[in-house]
């Protein structure tokens, strides 16, 4: 198809032929109608990957798709985009033929579109995501003989929904709640630390705590990540380590070698690790351990460091504080869990 259109719109025709005729299958044709005049714009839509793609390796759609227009996916979260996002809300509704929201409902529709959009000052543009909630919310409203669909209405769908994905995320939890995989939610340790990470299933993710331990002993100044060793660590994950011993050389061993060996490792992780939000919390575990600090386990640290010392902001830092939360509720919260994020983060909160 894709070939075919682009021959149309080459010769401004359209050309009758067989499949036969195009791979050139056949050598006579009894019949062979006249091409039809044709004077058509298309326009073409679809995730930016797939122009990427197409612009690196189809020579000829440059030349016949010659006006590109990137759109954003999110919007600012203003007064006057507010008001335009409850009547995007209106328009859906009217469209789709199912029940008016009253006001608490448009707010929550609105709040959650902050949350997909994974920022407290942003609005998700995902129209198809925002038109199935919709459709489930006025689900729940029917099943309760309501005409209009209500807060609980859509605060109900969007529980379902997250109840519906949540079968490995669960699991993941039961494993730690029952001891199978070691993470201390109190007390303290030394050489130890909470660090989070996040899971991408399709289009759900959930935050997972992970064990980060520290050996220090006389060296030579090296810091081996076992994760790169054993060839479980991502590019940038490795980036990151590198980048932590650039800043503790740089710190403490400026004018004199660092008489230092360390090593650092995810327990119980047996697949591949990347990113570099942990690396914040492997500086805390090493100053723990060079330094035989005790470090509260009730807190979990997710950050990047640079060869400043300085901490930068790091993706999916909500999911990442409600799975740590979500095991702290399951053992009983004390008043003193927390979790310890990027200043730069705090406007991306979109919590539970």
């Known amino acids: 198809a894709w070939d075919g259109l682009k021959r149309t719109l080459s ?4 050309k009758i032929e067989s499949l036969e005729q195009m791979l050139s299958l056949v050598s006579t044709i009894s019949l062979e109608p006249e091409p039809a005049p044709l004077d058509i ?47 995007l809300i209106s328009m859906l509704q009217k469209r789709e033929k199912i029940r008016a929201l009253n006001r608490d409902a448009v707010a929550r529709v609105i709040e959650q579109a902050s949350c997909m959009a994974d920022d407290a000052e ?7 995501t925002l038109s199935d909630l919709l459709h489930e919310a006025n689900y729940r409203a029917g099943k309760d003989n309501s005409g209009l669909i209500r807060l609980r209405d859509v605060q109900c769908a ?29 007390g303290e340790k030394t050489a130890q ?25 006389l060296g030579k100044g090296d810091v081996v990540d076992i994760e790169r060793e054993a060839e479980l660590g991502g590019h940038i994950h490795s980036k990151g380590v590198l980048i932590l011993s650039s800043y503790l050389a740089n710190q403490y061993a400026r004018n004199c070698p660092l008489p230092l060996s360390a090593s650092l490792v995810f327990e119980q992780s047996y697949g591949m690790i990347d990113g570099d939000s942990a690396s914040a919390a492997e500086l805390c575990v090493l100053l723990s351990a060079i330094g035989d600090i005790p470090l509260k386990q009730s807190l979990a640290a997710t950050g990047s460091i640079n060869q400043l010392g300085e901490i930068q902001a790091i993706g ?21 869990q927390g979790v310890i994020i990027p200043a730069a983060n705090s406007i991306h909160l979109m919590l539970r």
């Open 11 to 14: 010769s401004g025709e359209i």
């Open 41 to 87: 714009k298309v326009v073409l839509t679809g995730e930016p990957l797939l122009y990427y793609l197409l612009k690196e390796y189809d020579p000829e759609f440059g030349l016949l798709f010659k006006v590109s227009a990137d759109f954003s996916e999110d919007t600012d979260r203003s007064a006057e985009n507010t008001l335009l996002y409850a009547r």
């Open 122 to 128: 942003k609005l998700s543009l995902h129209v198809e």
């Open 158 to 186: 969007i529980d379902k929904r997250r109840y519906r994905q949540e079968r490995i995320r669960d699991r993941m939890q039961e494993h730690i709640t029952r001891g199978i995989q070691l993470i201390d939610t109190s």
């Open 193 to 217: 630390v909470n660090a989070l990470s996040v899971i991408q299933l399709g289009d759900y993710a959930f935050g997972r705590p992970s064990r980060i331990t520290a050996t220090a002993r």
């Open 316 to 336: 999916g830092v909500n999911e990442k504080i409600e799975g740590y939360f979500d095991i702290c509720r399951k053992r009983g919260l004390s008043g003193e």
